[in-house]
């Protein structure tokens, strides 16, 4: 198919993209919409028999009604446009991802930052878990089918050509024995889905492999493997934290059934113990027995992870990759939250305590616990007993995160400000080593939310300004996205009031353009209903 070629009078092609085991994919423009939005046109393969042009229909055919169901329902998916039939030939038109994938970042001798891998195993695992949650296993996870979005940095998972629902593979686990094409990647695949009979756990396999390839720079396929246990081989290439070895090693585990048993399990595993980030703050130290000599503290941290489970998150995991002020800002206050908590509300406490730890002229180094992740620890004005810190000090972890405020019960509880390694600042209040009640956060990308927290997460009333995205949004949050009443005003002066429902549109509502145009009605998902526009550029 050639550049100028028009599909159903309706899709304009304008080059190639590229080709896949089951179809060749092009970009072209919907002429049927305002300003022709670019999409992308999917023609499948031609096959060279009967049975595997059979085959090639059922797995197109798959990909359809896959993208129809998981990409109306996760932002982190392509939508489906079009499925349809022309002239003997089947297509698919799905929505375009303006981005690239993965095989910039990841590809034969680059090695990756540890923080980096660990960063994008988790923005992996997590859209890998929507489709675990819903018994699919995908089967074809690699470099190549993950796409980094340029507007926001987020993950996208593409190629659903190859997927699989559990229940439907349980009733016929024969099927991909019989079929006359190999579904997956070399290298990727673990023993059972070459056998034909992959698994939820095959997913992360192949993301482990992948994490792999990232930190060591040496392709999957090309590991060595342990003669006598068939296990990859890799860890004498670089060097890795404990806890990122272990889950790795776990991930990739030759049999099946010693593997994390689907994404959800690996992604709880991955978030080590004792390192805050920007979106989920998790441990502070446990018990703190007094040791001797006197004049020295042992701490031993308790394990524990605390999971964000967030889905179609617009200012989550990604923000963790900016660079943040030196300074904090105070926060812009828009009309409506005259009331809101300002930065020397929030840290009148730590910032008197702090005053006086700097005050100090020695500090209590402690012993190397490296899987407890404290690298100093400083006291005042509190007490350690039976075991439990009390008072005003400040916690520094190995990961350079540091923690300036109120200790209650050896945990985070009070008022305080956390310190990120990226120069991220959080200010407010806290309670069982989470961020919760009135806090402000603040991005370097100018970005900034006030507002409530509870467990960590955007929830309740806030205000979030985007110097991104050019946007201020004024209303309820719940588990870091948009969800309730509220108003988005966009600096070109397009803005929408109403509800919204997981950061989009989504009930009631009234949407201004640029030109004062009003459009009122019930929003789904973004559309206005029974007039098929959106708001915003939404």
Request: a neutral charge; aromatic letters at 10%.
């Amino acid at each position: 198919m050639l550049p100028g070629n028009t599909l159903r009078n309706r899709y304009k092609i304008v080059k190639l993209l590229g080709s896949g085991s089951f179809g060749i994919t092009y970009l072209a423009q919907d002429l049927d919409l305002p300003d022709h939005p670019l999409c992308v046109v999917k023609n499948l393969r031609q096959s060279q028999t009967p049975e595997e042009l059979q085959d090639f229909v059922v797995f197109f055919n798959r990909e359809a009604k896959a993208l129809y169901r998981l990409g109306n329902e996760c932002d982190q998916i392509p939508r489906l446009f079009a499925h349809f039939e022309e002239n003997g030939e089947f297509y698919l038109v799905q929505e375009y991802i303006d981005g690239h994938d993965l095989s910039q970042e990841i590809y034969a001798g680059n090695q990756l930052s540890e923080a980096k891998v660990t960063q994008l195993l988790q923005d992996i695992l997590e859209v890998l878990t929507f489709i675990h949650d819903r018994n699919i296993i995908h089967r074809d996870v690699k470099a190549q089918n993950l796409m980094r979005r340029n507007r926001d940095g987020k993950i996208i998972l593409i190629d659903f050509g190859t997927v699989k629902e559990l229940s439907k593979l349980k009733a016929n686990p024969q099927e991909l024995t019989n079929a006359s094409v190999v579904v997956g990647t070399s290298g990727y695949m673990p023993s059972e889905q070459l056998n034909g009979y992959p698994k939820l756990s095959s997913d992360v396999y192949a993301v482990g492999m992948l994490g792999i390839y990232a930190l060591t720079g040496i392709r999957p396929q090309d590991l060595p493997r342990n003669p006598e246990t068939f296990e990859v081989v890799w860890q004498n290439r670089v060097s890795v934290s404990p806890n990122l070895a272990i889950v790795l090693d776990k991930m990739v585990c030759s049999n099946f059934r010693e593997r994390y048993q689907n994404a959800s399990e690996a992604l709880q595993a991955l978030i080590p113990p004792s390192e805050p980030t920007a979106n989920t703050l998790r441990v502070a130290p446990g018990n703190l027995p007094v040791s001797s000599p006197p004049s020295s503290v042992a701490v031993k941290q308790k394990y524990f992870i605390i999971l964000a489970s967030v889905f179609s998150l617009i200012f989550g995991i990604g923000l963790l990759f900016m660079v943040f002020n030196k300074k904090p800002e105070s926060v812009i206050v828009d009309s409506q939250t005259t009331n809101s908590p300002t930065v020397d509300s929030l840290t009148v406490d730590a910032q008197t305590c702090l005053e006086k730890i700097n005050s100090i002229s020695t500090t209590t180094e402690l012993p190397d616990y490296e899987n407890e992740g404290i690298k100093l620890f400083k006291l005042l004005n509190g007490d350690i007993t039976n075991g439990k810190l009390n008072g005003c000090g400040i916690l520094k972890y190995k990961n350079n995160n540091e923690y300036q405020g109120i200790f209650k019960e050896s945990k985070l509880n009070g008022r305080g400000i956390l310190i990120f390694a990226d120069d991220s600042k959080y200010y407010g209040e806290f309670k069982e080593n989470q961020r919760h009640g009135e806090g402000i956060l603040i991005f370097a990308s100018q970005d900034k939310y006030q507002g409530e927290f509870k467990q960590g997460l955007f929830d309740g009333k806030g205000t979030f300004i985007s110097k991104v995205d050019k946007y201020r949004y004024i209303g309820e949050f719940s588990q870091h996205q948009k969800y309730g009443e509220g108003e988005l005003i966009y600096d070109n002066g397009c803005r929408y009031k109403g509800g919204f429902k997981n950061d989009v549109f989504h009930g009631q509502g009234t949407c201004i353009d640029q030109n004062g145009i009003s459009k009122s009605g019930t929003w789904v998902k973004g559309i206005l209903k029974g007039e098929n526009q959106t708001c915003c550029n939404s």
